[in-house]
């Protein structure tokens, strides 16, 4: 994919991410997601996402990554 974007004139930037994971999560397992934004800069945003078993209330991972504002871009229409 990167050397696709590289012949149409497009380049793209690094994102940061970090999971921990608490339990693991069986087939059939009803999950809920729960995202939230912790950090608006000038140039990137933090997330988190929590992902949790419904059934016993128990959250199962948490991630947080940090994107930049421009993840992509088109250097010909730029």
Request: net charge positive; charged share 30%.
């Given at each position: ?22 339990h693991e999560l069986l ?7 729960r995202s939230r934004m ?41």
């Amino acid at each position: 994919m990167r050397r696709s974007w590289q012949t149409k004139g497009r380049d793209g930037a690094a994102v940061q991410r970090n999971i921990s994971h608490k339990h693991e999560l069986l087939a059939g397992d009803i999950v809920k997601v729960r995202s939230r934004m912790l950090e608006l800069r000038e140039k990137s945003l933090r997330f988190a996402h929590d992902i949790g078993n419904v059934l016993s209330r128990s959250w199962r991972a948490k991630a947080n990554r940090a994107v930049p504002l421009t993840v992509a871009w088109d250097w010909h229409s730029r």
